[in-house]
């Protein structure tokens, strides 16, 4: 079998502006999976930090004023993705012209819905997509990313990074 996934090589959560402490950005990334695998795919990610802050200040980031914490890191044995609300890091699944389990992540049409449902980023590869037959195409898998910040973080620039994996299933 053959597997190529594309997802981009990076997003800015804050849109070139200024961030508010209570007012939460969003952006989007698209993963392309191309497979012949004729059971299809799952699509993973995890933190690369693998701790529960995700983005660190590029300078300051020692203190937790430094450190943006990530809501409750996902998990598909009790799938745990809620409405947004309070502050933090978080990312759900939008789209897909594979496979979307709604119960999982809900039915919105943009990241700003409140029907979409947010976790926080896992510390280990974890499913967040399975795919469980052929495409004869691509299929592209669109996240949302949100972010809101207390007002007691620290001003400036942030970093961070997951990693996507797809996998041919068994």
């Not at 200024?18 to 695998?37: I, K, S, Y």
């Not at 594979?98 to 976790?119: M, P």
């Not at 896992?122 to 949100?146: L, V, W």
């Not at 620039?157 to 797809?166: L, M, Q, R």
Request: aromatic share 8%; charged share 10%; with cysteine.
């Amino acid at each position: 079998e053959n597997l190529t996934l594309n997802c981009g090589s990076s997003i800015d959560l804050d849109n070139g502006t200024t961030l508010t402490a209570g007012t939460p950005q969003t952006n989007t990334t698209t993963c392309h999976v191309t497979t012949n695998d004729q059971s299809g795919y799952n699509l993973s990610l995890a933190d690369d930090r693998t701790t529960s802050n995700a983005l660190y200040h590029t300078t300051n980031n020692s203190t937790q004023d430094g450190q943006i914490q990530d809501k409750t890191p996902w998990n598909t044995t009790s799938p745990n993705a809620q409405a947004w609300n309070g502050t933090g890091l978080g990312f759900g699944l939008l789209s897909s012209t594979a496979t979307k389990n709604e119960s999982w992540w809900g039915n919105a049409n943009n990241c700003n819905d409140t029907t979409q449902l947010y976790a926080g980023l896992p510390d280990t590869d974890t499913n967040i997509m399975e795919h469980t037959t052929y495409s004869n195409t691509h299929t592209d898998t669109t996240i949302c990313y949100k972010l809101d910040i207390p007002s007691t973080q620290l001003s400036g620039e942030y970093t961070g990074s997951v990693t996507y994996t797809a996998a041919g299933r068994p």
